[in-house]
């Protein structure tokens, strides 16, 4: 997955989604099981957390960042006996 970035002004509250596709050139079906996130805060630290719902192959955190700066928003979820983790930036101003 190709590095993100998603823009907040400061007090939002908001869904950000992302939609899961296998890198491989077949078209391989595949569930997601289960799906959580982590928003690190500038200072890196843990300030949210919680769990994703999942539609078919999109995950969408709802998030609501409380200070200013780049954030990372980490997608921790479940592929078969696998773990994927897929990092967003939230850019915070």
């Known amino acids: 997955m190709a590095s993100q970035k998603v823009k907040f002004d400061i007090g939002e509250k908001r869904h950000v989604r992302i ?8 078209k391989l079906p595949f569930l997601i099981r289960a799906a959580r996130y982590e928003l690190i805060d500038p200072d890196g630290n843990l300030e949210e957390s919680g769990e994703c719902a999942i539609e078919d192959h ?4 709802y998030i609501f960042p409380v200070k200013t700066g780049s954030y990372t928003l980490k997608y921790i ?4 006996d696998e773990i994927w983790i897929d990092p ?3 850019v915070v101003s």
């Open 19 to 26: 939609d899961v596709q296998v890198v491989s050139g077949d």
């Open 58 to 61: 999109e995950i969408d955190a």
């Open 77 to 80: 979820y479940e592929v078969a």
């Open 88 to 90: 967003v930036k939230v």
